[in-house]
């Protein structure tokens, strides 16, 4: 009889702690979707890789041998397309390790190409500027995969931020 009881007790104990243990994590789970969901390219060279550091090699030396500041800025939005779908790609795939350094990527080419924007006619601007505002809503429900405030909440956010603060530097 204490036998009975005392698995009872241990099985009783066992639920509570699984339904604690579920109610803690829960805001961890990430639902996210693929870059294809947001009608961008999947990229098949993702940060963490090996090949990853000769992409963005080949990335740079193109962008040095492109000579007009209408093409400069294409090239820019080919870059910025890219980042934000490997940013996708991180989030769908939940690998948190090289999710920061890629937001960060992310902004650092928004930068570039709204620099690049700037030096050119206004249509470039507002081309600039259509893609900036597309890109918003794509990076926001990228965001809401993590609870708000959480580490990369926060980087995510500051993705948008960048894009209004540039966003206003080009209208």
């Known amino acids: 009889m204490k036998l009975r009881a005392r698995y009872s007790y241990i099985s009783k104990i ?18 996210a979707e693929g870059p294809e969901s947001f009608h961008l390219t999947p990229q098949k060279t993702l940060p963490g890789s090996a090949l990853y550091p000769f992409k963005r090699i080949k990335e740079k030396i193109i ?6 500041a209408k093409e400069k ?10 980042r934000l779908s490997e940013l996708a790609s991180l989030v769908d795939r939940k690998d948190a390790t090289y999710l920061e350094s890629s937001a960060q990527r992310f902004a650092a080419q928004a930068g570039v190409l709204a620099n690049h924007a700037l030096t050119d006619d206004k249509e470039m601007k507002e081309l600039v500027l259509s ?13 809401d995969n993590y609870p708000a405030n959480y580490a990369y909440w926060l980087s995510i956010q500051q993705d948008i931020d960048t894009l209004n603060i540039l966003s206003e530097q080009l209208k």
């Open 14 to 31: 066992l639920i509570i702690l699984f339904f604690v243990l579920a109610t803690l994590f829960t805001p961890f789970i990430v639902t």
């Open 63 to 68: 962008m040095v041998v492109t000579f007009s």
């Open 73 to 82: 800025a294409r090239y820019g939005i080919v870059l910025l397309e890219k």
């Open 131 to 143: 893609y900036f505002e597309g890109y918003k809503p794509v990076l926001e429900q990228l965001r």
